[in-house]
């Protein structure tokens, strides 16, 4: 029978649909499994087969684990709100809304498509106002909280978008959005006090089953440091200069000051002659990514404020620098520059002629690396000494005492604990934490956002909003282009703006700004276990017996920001208890990045894949003959590389791109797309169609099918919960080689192989079960149990020695007695010449493995 994998596909999705087959409720008597993908920004281009990995992978284990007698929670939603198409209703005139509308039409049309087991009666979207209401509330709770606060910040705001940016949005200080230069200036903004949670972000990552290198993204992100603030007092002045250093060590030897050039001191602290040189100078900066502006291989650059401080532990005086190699996003915007044994501090003083003191002595024999190919340690010892060369090492301290304080025979930490004293003692500093984190920057000057809950009365006060005023909707506006002036496009709409507040009696103003795209994928994973309720954001129930997600799966791309902002609000409504759990996501895993491989023109423009063939290793365009050139890049619309799922769909099947998407290689690493390859997936469809439609499927069973069947259930449940599907797939392959070999094919193998499928391939998989005769739909069938018994090889291989050397092999039966195995070898043509009829002194046997005779 021909396999028709468009007729089958869609009558199992119109099946599935009617029947609601994937609906799923809390249920105490069943152990619960919570699979989640992140969810998608339904853009107008569609799907791609990029993210049909993701969610091919989540859907396999929901299917699996629903097998196995698991109650799954597996949903899907959209995360709609955000930039691209706030910018799309500026070029097109066309409300965000009803774009969004249409792009999520077409994403679940997609997805449906591909026959994912999703509940689809949870489906939300975070511009749904049933869904932002809540949105609304959980920043009501984080402001009574004390967490959310007005500041004015230093952002990234792009004149052209008319909006601040997040750091993420931001490349080569440039909008990703567009390529629009962005600038850093100081606007009034709301801001999350996520610092407050950095010491639990950090502790809580050892509670997760998550891949190591990503929680050390996230470690590194939160940047803590121990070591020690010092305080510098300003020259002639009453100020003083706050620097945290993690090496307080080597303070004697520190030679100058470098401010950020956003440091809120700079104004009042630069001499009157500097002004406009470093006003000129923190224009410059603020055009400049904090990515190249602390690029280590970058020309330093600097000007000095005509202003001094004083080291406070030897009373030198110090010049202060303003440098964009400093950032205000860490420490305090102010460090202290030791050019002898820091390499960046080195360049920038040998770069401006500025003092280098030594006070460590080098460990030659520690540090034996860092000695130059080619030199003596006399020559490195005597450059290091007159601040020709910077040591990074560790050594004995020189130079490096006062009346009270003598570093002289410490170790490295022993120093740094007794200059952190010392500072305390002279209220000169101490010892103290530091996080590279910074407050969560958390509002935005867009039209396409959650409205903030927010009042501002004449008198400076506020007041968030109640829960019987929630939603707060925008207004309907058409101009969706920003006010012009740094306010978001909400700031023209002054009727919606300046209202009376009816509960205070008062005159108000709204709050202008709208919250990021971030905030409703904070908490998404929390509304889809209850997302009808209209009285709360969840029940506590349901969220006692869903939570956590016990299986996480999304692009690397999210590694810190999402999951770091996600664990922070999470952290928030556990300390409030609103949750029962510590953590939302406990095994997180990342698919690899899929690729395709893209062609250009001589003149660098992207040439379609279908115009172009291979011939003598070249690729070559058909209609003009010209030799393209060909790499492999991200998939991309505007690269012509982007597959989309629907046209390998119409020409394979879902199930045969679901398969292709696992069998790839490992879910984790990158993969080069071909389409021709999704065919060979196809013909393993065919055959295992035709295996299960054959006229040799008996009632009978043998002792072969029995151990082929029993072993591929093992493998694959194995693999699965693994989630190393590659692999998988490849057993049934293996499987259904060694499986059609047989004369007759046993129903019972057929059935066990087939829920094997399921998972993978479901479609298919249904209709197979439907054609053997089964009544009950395979979704909700228990997978099948394994017999230990035909896991072990039936058979041994003997090895036959006489003398102790190898003279023949025989593959039997296990566990044949010794006397067996010696007369078979007696009797044996090639073995018994080399016995030549002499007598047997002795018989070495190794049960399963191993004879061996020897004779005189």
């Given amino acids: 029978m021909k396999y028709n994998h468009k007729a089958i596909e869609s009558k199992w999705q119109k099946n599935w649909e009617e029947n609601k087959a994937f609906k799923v409720e809390a249920d105490r008597s069943k152990p619960k499994y919570y699979v989640l993908d992140m969810f998608p920004y339904p853009s107008g281009s569609g799907l791609h087969v990029g993210h049909v990995e993701g969610y091919t992978a989540t859907d396999i284990i929901a299917r699996f684990k629903r097998q196995k007698g698991f109650n799954v929670l597996h949903p899907m939603g959209w995360d709609s709100f955000g930039l691209p198409a706030e910018q799309y209703a500026v070029r097109t005139g066309t409300h965000p809304q009803e774009t969004t509308k249409k792009n999520i039409d077409t994403f679940r049309k997609q997805l449906k498509s591909l026959g994912f087991s999703y509940d689809w009666d949870r489906e939300l979207a975070t511009s749904d106002p049933k869904y932002y209401k809540w949105t609304q509330w959980i920043f009501t709770k984080l402001y009574e909280k004390g967490l959310a606060y007005e500041a004015e910040m230093l952002v990234n705001y792009c004149p052209a978008l008319g909006t601040v940016l997040a750091n993420e949005e931001v490349e080569d200080g440039k909008?990703?959005?567009g390529g629009h230069p962005v600038e850093r200036k100081p606007l009034k903004q709301w801001v999350l006090k996520i610092t407050e949670y950095a010491e639990k972000l950090l502790d809580d990552l050892s509670l997760l089953d998550w891949p190591e290198g990503l929680k050390k993204l996230q470690v590194?992100?939160?940047?803590?440091?121990?070591?020690?603030?010092?305080?510098?007092p300003i020259e002639n002045r009453n100020e003083t200069i706050e620097v945290f250093t993690t090496r307080a060590d080597t303070l004697f030897g520190a030679t100058f000051l470098v401010l950020s050039p956003e440091h809120p001191f700079l104004e009042t602290l630069t001499h009157e002659q500097s002004k406009a040189e470093v006003q000129e100078y923190q224009k410059q900066a603020s055009k400049k990514s904090d990515l190249a502006r602390t690029d280590l291989a970058k020309d330093k650059s600097g000007v000095f404020i005509g202003t001094y401080a004083i080291n406070p532990l030897n009373g030198r005086k110090i010049p202060i620098w303003v440098s964009d190699y400093v950032l205000m996003g860490y420490g305090t915007g102010a460090i202290m520059a030791v050019p002898g044994h820091d390499e960046r501090d080195f360049e920038f003083a040998r770069k401006f002629n500025l003092p280098i003191l030594p006070i460590i002595e080098p460990d030659f024999e520690t540090y034996s690396q860092l000695i130059p190919i080619g030199m003596e340690k006399e020559e490195v010892l005597e450059e290091v000494l007159k601040g020709k060369r910077c040591?990074?090492?560790?050594?004995?301290?020189?130079?490096?005492?006062?009346?009270?304080?003598?570093?002289?025979n410490l170790s490295m930490e022993e120093a740094k604990s007794a200059v952190a004293k010392y500072l305390e003692k002279k209220n000169a500093g101490k010892e103290t934490t530091c996080y590279k984190l910074r407050d969560w920057l958390f509002s935005r000057q867009r039209y396409w956002g959650e409205p903030f809950p927010i009042l501002h009365f004449e008198d400076g006060t506020k007041r968030v909003l109640d829960l019987d005023e929630l939603p707060l909707l925008p207004p309907d506006i058409q101009d969706f282009r920003p006010a012009g002036d740094g306010r978001s496009p909400l700031a023209k709409?002054?009727?919606?703006?300046?209202?009376?507040?009816?509960?205070?009696?008062?005159?108000a103003k709204r709050e202008t700004n709208t919250m990021p795209q971030w905030a409703g994928?904070?908490?998404?994973?929390?509304?889809?276990?209850?997302?009808?309720?209209?009285?709360?954001?969840?029940?506590?129930?349901k969220e006692n017996y869903w939570m956590p997600v016990d299986l996480y799966v999304g692009g690397v791309e999210h590694a810190v920001l999402h999951l770091l902002y996600a664990r922070f609000w999470h952290k928030v409504l556990y300390d409030l208890g609103l949750v029962s759990t510590k953590e939302p996501f406990q095994q997180l895993r990342n698919q690899g990045l899929i690729v395709a491989r893209s062609y250009q023109n001589k003149d660098n423009l992207y040439v379609d894949p279908e115009e172009v063939m291979e011939k003598n290793g070249q690729y070559i365009e058909r209609k003009s003959g010209e030799v393209l050139k060909s790499q492999i890049e991200k998939m991309s619309k505007s690269k012509l590389n982007g597959i989309t799922p629907d046209d390998i769909i119409e020409e394979f099947g879902a199930d045969s791109l679901r398969l292709y998407e696992m069998f790839m290689g490992p879910l984790d690493r990158e993969k080069v797309w071909n389409t021709d390859a999704v065919s060979g997936c196809r013909r393993f469809l065919q055959r295992f169609y035709d295996m299960a439609t054959s006229d040799k499927v008996t009632e009978d069973v043998n002792e072969e099918a029995l151990r082929l069947g029993h072993r591929l259930v093992h493998q694959v449940t194995n693999d699965i919960e693994a989630l190393q599907f590659n692999t998988a797939i490849a057993k049934m392959m293996e499987f259904i080689n060694e499986f059609t070999k047989l004369e007759s094919y046993p129903k019972s193998i057929i059935k066990m192989a087939t829920q094997c499928l399921m998972p993978f391939a479901p479609h298919l998989a249904e209709e197979i079960w439907e054609t053997l005769g089964f009544k009950e739909n395979?979704?909700?069938?228990?997978f099948p149990d394994v017999n230990p018994v035909y896991l072990t090889d039936a058979l041994a291989t003997y090895i036959v020695q006489v003398n102790g050397k190898v003279r023949g092999k025989f593959d039997l039966p296990k566990n044949r007695s010794e006397e067996e195995i010696l007369k078979i070898a007696k009797e044996n043509e090639?073995?018994?010449?080399?016995?030549?009829?002499?007598e047997i002194k002795k018989v070495i046997f190794v049960p399963n493995k191993l004879l061996n005779m020897v004779v005189d």
Wanted: charged content about 30%.
């Fill in 830 to 838: 090639l073995i018994s010449k080399h016995l030549g009829g002499k």
């Fill in 493 to 507: 709409v002054t009727d919606w703006v300046d209202i009376q507040d009816k509960k205070e009696g008062k005159a």
């Fill in 778 to 782: 395979l979704n909700a069938h228990p």
């Fill in 391 to 408: 040591w990074t090492g560790e050594g004995r301290y020189i130079y490096s005492k006062n009346e009270d304080l003598d570093l002289s």
């Fill in 175 to 177: 909008a990703k959005e």
């Fill in 220 to 232: 590194n992100w939160i940047g803590k440091s121990l070591g020690a603030k010092v305080l510098f």
């Fill in 521 to 541: 994928s904070c908490w998404y994973y929390l509304r889809f276990l209850d997302p009808q309720n209209e009285k709360r954001a969840w029940d506590a129930d």
